[in-house]
């Protein structure tokens, strides 16, 4: 298997505070790698260092092998990186059909000139963008959605919303930031159902940071669990449950 | 070294001026986040004031506390204007609408260039005190500085010792928490303006003697001066403040002398202290809050069913054909010279639609770009390009200074970006415009019209006509590519981005790159309005591109509704009709009537923020999408 994603000994130093301190990770393609820990543990930087919000202090990130820790955000999203975000990040006052345009834009091409003189690749830039996310709509069954404004979403709506958008840009890797959070029972439930349906069909590969055991557990080929910002364990997802050191760090109880 | 230490030491007492304005900016800046950019009109309108009582027998002291009462009331009317407004940059415009009231009334009064009242002077120039042969001060400058200093400490110990003091700090943090624990927040606001405007009252009355007598424009330019030590002093400490204007005051003199080399340079004290605005903003810990724009920006337009946009374009320019040829001049005529001035200042409003309303940036110096088009042209055409080459040549020159003002707006804040832009117009107004590779040496530059379009004799009304069809056709077409733009690939990365700029980069787009071409298109536009108008008059020069332009324009495009294309053709008809009435700015001669002006402009600015921040255009389309629901009901 091939590494999609790599992160070699990356730190993050805010201060005198390491955020992030030597996490190595890999997530081979296809795979889906759960990230977890409890508050403060350092998650949400990795994904950050990872998408290129967040510069690392120490450390590589490699993508598809290439290194891209000096990359800027959206090169990285060229290569194939795809996030969603732990407060829902739509884009307000756009319709949903637009906030996916904006993602399927990726894949086309047009300059400030085409588009205010109308030259030829305008029209075909917004028809292929519209064509790409009707089509994501569908997959996802939310075209009912499409000419909604996006604020009027509840979350359950808005979070399916960001994963079509995150779709929209044609993934390889995946990176979901607890995409379960603020979702009742039946809609994790149902959630976790549609992230194993794209995961089959579309067999991009997924990073996903959660607390919800309900979503990794069925989910999860690998779990890497996080604790004050180093890796505390690593592997099967059951092996890691019973992992006496992550009880600990988790749950609180003693290690005997 | 004796030199440099004398000269340094002779920017001392107006330095200390500056401090004391700056002190009035951060005083309001630390209750109430908003930025009160008409300090330096707040000074300008004491400093007549005073010097009308001194006039009319008032004993000096007795003058200078009266006009400092009338700052006190200025601040406190600005504070009860500011209330209603949502967020820091709206409640900061208001402030633009109040710079333009006070210019306005000044001039209006007394008359705009004419500097014939004295200012009031606290002790005579009699005296002169020798201070180790190193420099001789003035009476009158020894006791600005003793006067300056004692007050910075008193406001210091104030703000840090008394009840009121804490207060403001507790409101200014979180206004909701202390509206809980009892502390009347409104009150404290009330009071930290008053007391604002009368610290920036007081400066103003000080400084006019040393700025060589009283000036309409002088005196409101100052507020550059006092916008760079309130930076220094981080908008927060009064003590650092007051260092910063003084060290302001200290380097000026040696710049000025550094560069006396440059033949013709003027403005060189505007030019150092914008040089510390744009350092100390670049240097400032960005406050991680990015809600400021409150109400201003609007909320991008709905998604038109395809139907409606082409009406609406279709009426939009419907009414730039009919309505334009509308104006006509004193003998009846249809006016071809009115309708290339209606196109041309369109063109201005829709560059700030562009900018304000699709970028999402705000900027106080549209007319300096519109310069940049006339200048760039003009030089240009010296050089024998013909002139639609030279006018795109203008244009993107104007596109390059646009980005170049751009590119720290990739770490600024707008409220910030707003404090660049409008030192850059004070900047522009003092240095640029006079710089002799920009100027000619009467500060005109010659542009002369394409041969089309020429005015000579015989060939008059013709040349006018081609002039206005070029005009409008080019301001046609700038407003479809401006509608276009914004609903294509370009407008949709635009939107997206001022909804939340990590996402937007997650999705594939460079922020700075897409922020820069905004920016760079909406200069482009100005530039071709400023070309456009320097073939019109046929000549570049600064005085239509004056800070009072840039003001105002920004003013209309709120007025009218920073999200609407088709509004910036009553921009242009605004511009234009207000002309005809009431005389061009750069028109000395009817200087009270374009006070006028200016202050129904700023009036009416201040109304439009306190009833709703969408300008016209969005009173008017909320009632237009109200009406299906009354149906329905």
Redesign the interface.
């Known amino acids: 298997m091939s590494a999609i994603l790599e992160l070699r000994d990356v730190g993050v130093r805010f201060g005198t505070f390491d955020a992030v301190d030597g996490v190595s990770l890999t997530v081979n393609a296809g795979e889906v790698v759960g990230l977890i820990g409890p508050n403060g543990a350092g998650k949400t930087v990795t994904f950050n260092v990872i998408t290129g919000l967040q510069p690392a202090t120490r450390g590589r990130v490699l993508l598809g092998g290439t290194d891209v820790t000096r990359q800027p955000a959206h090169v990285r999203t060229a290569m194939g990186l795809s996030r969603t975000f732990q407060v829902v990040q739509l884009f307000a006052g756009m319709s949903v059909l637009q906030n996916l345009m904006v993602a399927a834009h990726r894949h086309t091409h047009a300059g400030v000139l085409v588009d205010a003189l109308r030259l030829p690749g305008r029209g075909r830039a917004l028809r292929q963008a519209e064509e790409r996310a009707r089509a994501v709509l569908a997959f996802l069954e939310l075209s009912h959605l499409a000419d909604l404004e996006v604020t009027s979403l509840p979350v359950g709506q808005a979070r399916l919303v960001e994963l079509a958008r995150a779709l929209c840009l044609t993934p390889t890797c995946l990176l979901l930031d607890e995409p379960a959070s603020g979702l009742d029972p039946g809609e994790t439930a149902d959630f976790v159902a549609l992230l194993a349906h794209v995961r089959s069909t579309l067999g991009c590969a997924m990073l996903l940071v959660e607390h919800d055991m309900g979503v990794v557990m069925p989910l999860c080929d690998h779990v890497i669990v996080m604790d004050f910002g180093k890796v505390l364990a690593s592997g099967p997802p059951l092996e890691v449950r019973d992992d006496p050191a992550v009880r600990a760090a988790y749950l609180g109880e003693e290690v005997h | 070294m004796k030199l440099y230490v004398s000269l340094a030491l002779s920017g001392l007492p107006i330095g200390a001026m500056y401090a004391l304005s700056a002190m009035g900016i951060v005083i309001v800046f630390k209750t109430s986040k908003v930025f009160n950019f008409a300090a330096g009109a707040i000074g300008l309108a004491c400093a007549y004031f005073a010097s009308t009582l001194h006039s009319h027998g008032f004993p000096t002291l007795l003058a200078v506390a009266v006009a400092v009462l009338l700052g006190a009331a200025i601040g406190v009317l600005m504070e009860l204007t500011v209330r209603p407004a949502k967020g820091a940059l709206t409640g900061t415009i208001v402030t633009l609408g109040w710079l333009l009231v006070l210019q306005g009334v000044v001039g209006w009064v007394y008359g705009t260039q004419v500097a014939t009242n004295e200012p009031v002077q606290i002790v005579g120039d009699g005296n002169f005190i020798d201070w180790g042969g190193v420099l001789l001060y003035s009476n009158q400058q020894v006791v600005l500085l003793v006067v300056a200093a004692v007050l910075a400490a008193g406001l210091a110990v104030f703000f840090t010792v008394t009840a009121l003091g804490t207060a403001t700090r507790a409101v200014s943090e979180a206004p909701d928490a202390a509206r809980l624990l009892g502390i009347g927040v409104n009150r404290v606001n009330l009071v930290a303006w008053g007391l604002g405007g009368a610290v920036s009252g007081f400066a103003g009355v000080l400084v006019a003697p040393l700025l060589g007598g009283l000036d309409t424009t002088k005196l409101v330019v100052f507020t550059v001066q006092a916008l760079a030590a309130a930076l220094v002093g981080r908008l927060s400490s009064l003590p650092l403040t007051f260092a910063g204007g003084v060290t302001l005051g200290l380097l000026q003199p040696i710049v000025a002398r550094a560069l006396q080399q440059f033949d013709g340079i003027k403005g060189t004290q505007e030019l150092t202290a914008f040089a510390v605005v744009l350092v100390s903003l670049l240097f400032m810990k960005r406050s991680g809050r990015r809600d400021v724009g409150g109400g201003l920006l609007p909320?991008?337009l709905?998604?038109l069913p395809r139907g409606v946009f082409a009406v609406a374009t279709a009426v939009g320019v419907a009414l730039a054909v009919l309505l334009a040829p509308l104006l006509v001049d004193d003998v009846g005529n249809a006016s071809h010279y009115n309708v290339s001035q209606v196109a041309i200042w369109g063109l201005a409003t829709l560059s700030l639609v562009l900018l304000v309303g699709v970028v999402g940036q705000v900027s106080v110096c549209q007319a300096v770009f519109m310069g940049c088009g006339a200048y760039g042209t003009g030089i240009a055409m010296g050089h024998g390009v013909p002139f639609l080459l030279a006018i795109v040549i203008g244009a993107v020159l104007a596109a390059a200074v646009a980005a170049l003002v751009g590119l720290p707006a990739l770490r600024l804040e707008p409220l910030e970006l707003a404090i660049a832009t409008l030192s850059l117009s004070f900047t522009a107004d003092r240095f640029l415009y006079s710089w002799p590779p920009l100027a000619s040496s009467d500060g005109n530059r010659p542009v002369a019209r394409p041969g089309f379009a020429n005015i000579d004799p015989g060939h008059v009304a013709n040349g006018q006509r081609a002039y206005a069809w070029l005009a409008l056709g080019i301001f046609v077409v700038a407003c479809?590519?401006?509608a276009?733009?914004r609903r294509?690939?370009?407008?949709?990365?635009l939107?997206?981005l001022r909804?939340?700029e990590?996402?937007?980069?997650?999705?594939?787009?460079?922020?700075v790159s897409v922020k820069l071409?905004g920016f760079?298109?909406s200069g482009f536009i100005a530039g071709l309005a400023g070309a456009l108008y320097a073939g019109l008059v046929q000549g570049a020069s600064g005085a239509a591109f004056d800070f009072t332009r840039s003001i105002t324009l920004l003013a209309y495009a709120v007025i009218i509704g920073v999200g609407s294309v088709p509004g910036a053709v009553l921009g242009g008809m605004i511009v234009t009709l207000t002309t005809l009435t009431f005389g061009s700015t750069s028109d000395v001669a009817n200087g009270s009537q374009v006070s006028l002006t200016t202050m129904f402009t700023g009036i009416i600015l201040i109304a439009i923020l306190a009833l709703t921040p969408e300008g016209l255009t969005g009173i008017v389309s909320r009632n237009v999408r109200k009406q299906p629901e009354l149906v329905a009901a």
């Open positions: 909320a991008p709905q998604p479809f590519a401006v276009s733009l294509a690939r370009t407008g949709a990365a939107t997206a909804s939340s990590p996402a937007t980069a997650a999705m594939g787009f460079s922020v071409r760079a298109a």
